[in-house]
């Protein structure tokens, strides 16, 4: 009982702590505007009028002093940044004709790698750990056995995902297709020629106009990535719209050799892809979702490990596979170190700043070995949504940040139901929460991403309004079965 009553007035010690400091100037003022208020109702009405008629304000000032405050007004407006919306997305739902179940998992796998065994039971046991769900989806060309993944059946993979996605999204938004002025595709591993923004400009018939992007090769992160330069865009075009397709495309990626670092992609990765619209039009202020605060990037690529601990190569039969390295948890780690030492001033309440630096500064003067403060990021956001890279993955994060089992839900969730879909992760987390009729108007959220490079990037977003719980999209026909419980271990 003594306990319990020293650890209940600890919180109220620490809550009385934190309200001190973040309002301190607040608290402040308080006495001061008493001040001021009571000694200008002693001074009563003439003696006001009496000081201020002894002001002598002369035509010449006062002009002067307007256009001066007009000058810096104007001056300040024009050189501020510009709001960026997002307005919404739509997050795909593959077909229930692609789903893969445990069973025909390692039925294929037994089947492809029947002359290997050990490689067999290494999949399943991956898969037994793995975090996902018997509802995760893999293209049409990877259920043949053998897999046949040909140029022809990528193409299809990426056109089913991105137009399904864009269907949804301009049907949601109202947006028709030659209102769009940005548009900026990230898929890491599949880039053919002529590129998939092409492709999409090529369906819609979009403007000639249109500003094109498309990004390979940045990994996991490349989302974040995509609204960085979505943002760069909007800041020197005003009144655009911004659409960004973020997918990968697992046809031409399944890794069909022995190798067990180039294996573990396979069990991972499932198709998805998500469609988001962005804005900097201050009509779309009302209607949309969201507002960005903060994006930051950290690239770790001048450090030769974390360069190479996720890799595209060839294993010595000459497959082609993603290999990733046994140090990827430690590098993600270090990169979630640095970026998150970015991101705390700009988000963090004072308190928690307070007491970093001064962890901090006693480490540094008095003694190394002191145990380094971890900044309470439950202050700073309402919702979280982290990298669905792995059970792993989220397990760090979790551990990292000390965060509840709560915050990592939507992750977790995100997982189990869709598997790994790469970049696009992080639409299906936010979407799990808009579905749970969680996401209030003024609640914040930190999106954090990892990438080969190796890159973490983060995004804070702001919530505009009260969303309602959606009718329809990828959560519509399972979001009342979640949250569910995962098991450390799922035997097959």
Known sequence: MSDFSSSVKLKYVKLGYQYLINNFLTLLLIPVIATVAI???????????????????????????????????????????????????SCYKPPVTCRVPFSSFMEHSRLILKDNPKSVEFQMRILERSGLGEETCLPPAIHYIPPTP????????????IFTAMEDLFKNTGLKPKDIDILIVNCSLFSPTPSLSAMIINKYKLRSNIKSYNLSGMGCSASLISVDVARDLLQVHPNSNAIIISTEIITPNYYKGNERAMLLPNCLFRMGGAAILLSNRRSDRWRAKYKLCHLVRTHRGADDKSYNCVMEQEDKNGNVGINLSKDLMTIAG??????????????????????????????????????????????????????????????????????????????????????????SSLWYELSYIEAQGRMKRNDRVWQIAFGSGFKCNSAVWKCNRTIKTPTD????????????????????
């Open 473 to 492: 999209g990828a959560w519509s026909d399972c979001i009342e079965r979640y949250p569910v419980f995962i098991p450390e271990v799922v035997k097959l």
């Open 334 to 423: 270090e990169a979630l170190k640095a970026n998150i030492t970015t991101i705390g001033p700009l988000v963090l309440p004072a308190s928690e700043q307070l007491l970093f630096l001064s962890s901090l500064i006693g480490r540094k003067i008095f003694n190394p070995k002191w145990k380094p403060y971890i900044p309470d990021f439950k202050q700073a956001f309402e919702h979280f949504c982290i990298h669905a890279g792995g059970r792993a993955v989220i397990d760090e994060l979790q551990k990292n940040l000390q965060l509840s089992g709560e915050h990592v839900e939507a992750s977790r969730m995100t997982l189990h139901r869709f598997g790994n879909t790469s970049s």
């Open 150 to 161: 040909t140029m022809e059946s990528a193409r299809n993979e990426a056109q089913m995902v």
């Open 39 to 89: 000694e200008l109702l002693r001074m009563g009405q003439e003696e006001i009028l009496s000081v201020l008629n002894s002001l002598h304000f002369e035509l010449l000032h006062i002009l002067c002093s307007s256009f001066l405050i007009i000058f810096v007004s104007t001056v300040y407006f024009m050189s501020k940044p510009r709001t960026v919306y997002l307005v919404d997305y």
